[in-house]
């Protein structure tokens, strides 16, 4: 399954700045931003499974979860107008006047909203809550909030069989970490993963991805996660990342976000201020996408 515009292997970009030259590091971005306009980043690697595997079970509507910019909900709209699937949003929070940039494009592909309060939406998980979605929109493939699943974590694996040279350190940003244990799972433990939680309050998130990667039944070694980078919790920003992102921008060309990228980049350079990578060490980053969120944002 797959889409003919989609640029994959996604392309691998150096940055160059007199910062790295210093500590003698070389910095380079696997640019999964790139590999399609609507569904890119890892929301593309974590569908592609799941969406095989719908259609394997003969479903014809995948429902899946998320907030007003979910980039997981604009990407499963997107991916289920091109496919052929109905698609149901449950969305956290009230209905809105106005409904966000992200779902007004979910909604013109074809998703159906269905909004949930915030007590209501901590119950997603729970065999009951799905009981009665079921009971209120017929049979459905369900797919996680933010796409979370072991065949998400398959599809992201791939990051790994894509590169053709080595790396020292890999660099992923974490929400639910779904990304991460996948890169750890194809991850040939030479190459040091480093996660970068853009939650306050992370420390959930090591077990967490540990709980993942149980479930492959081998053991993985080499990887970390760094919780100091959240700028207040999810989605929470401050001046200082926003004029970062905006500088990046200028000096590289490359395009960030305030949610998972930005994040991301500023720990890395921040961490190597800090003398934190070994002179000499090759860093690979994933840009994960998600620039639709942006929308939200005013970066000027």
Same mark, same amino acid.
């Given at each position: ?26 910095? !380079? ?50 991916? $289920? ?33 269905? !909004? ?23 049979? !459905? ?13 398959? $599809? ?36 040091? #993963?480093?996660?970068?939680? #853009? ?9 967490? #991805? ?22 207040? $919790? ?24 305030? #949610? ?32 639709? $969120? ?7």
């Amino acid at each position: 399954m797959a889409i003919p515009t989609l640029q994959l292997p996604s392309p691998i970009t150096q940055i160059f700045s007199p910062l790295l030259d210093a500590q003698r590091l070389q910095l !380079f971005i696997k640019r999964d931003d790139l590999i399609h306009p609507l569904i890119s980043g890892n929301k593309w690697r974590k569908l592609k499974y799941n969406l095989q595997q719908a259609k394997k079970e003969q479903q014809s509507c995948l429902l899946t979860f998320g907030g007003a910019w979910s980039n997981h909900i604009h990407a499963t709209a997107a991916a $289920g107008n091109y496919f052929g699937f109905n698609t149901i949003g449950i969305i956290r929070g009230e209905s809105p006047p106005t409904l966000s940039a992200t779902l007004q494009d979910a909604q013109d592909w074809g998703m159906q909203l269905h !909004f949930v309060n915030r007590e209501q939406y901590r119950h997603k998980t729970e065999a009951d809550f799905i009981a009665g979605l079921r009971q209120q929109f017929g049979n !459905f493939y369900l797919i996680p909030e933010g796409g979370s699943n072991t065949l998400a974590m398959q $599809g992201c694996a791939e990051i790994i069989d894509e590169l053709t040279e080595p790396y020292d350190v890999l660099c992923v940003d974490c929400g639910t970490g779904t990304t991460l244990a996948g890169v750890i799972c194809g991850n040939k433990d030479q190459t040091q #993963v480093l996660g970068f939680s #853009v939650l306050k309050g992370g420390d959930f998130l090591s077990p967490q #991805v540990q709980s993942m990667l149980d479930k492959t039944h081998r053991h993985y070694h080499n990887w970390q996660i760094n919780n100091d980078y959240h700028f207040g $919790g999810y989605a929470k920003t401050t001046p200082a990342l926003f004029e970062f992102i905006k500088t990046f921008k200028r000096d590289h060309g490359v395009q960030l976000e305030p #949610v998972y990228s930005g994040k991301m980049f500023y720990g890395i350079f921040d961490l190597i201020k800090k003398g934190y990578f070994k002179q000499g060490s090759r860093i690979l980053a994933l840009h994960g996408g998600g620039l639709q $969120g942006l929308r939200g944002y005013n970066l000027d």
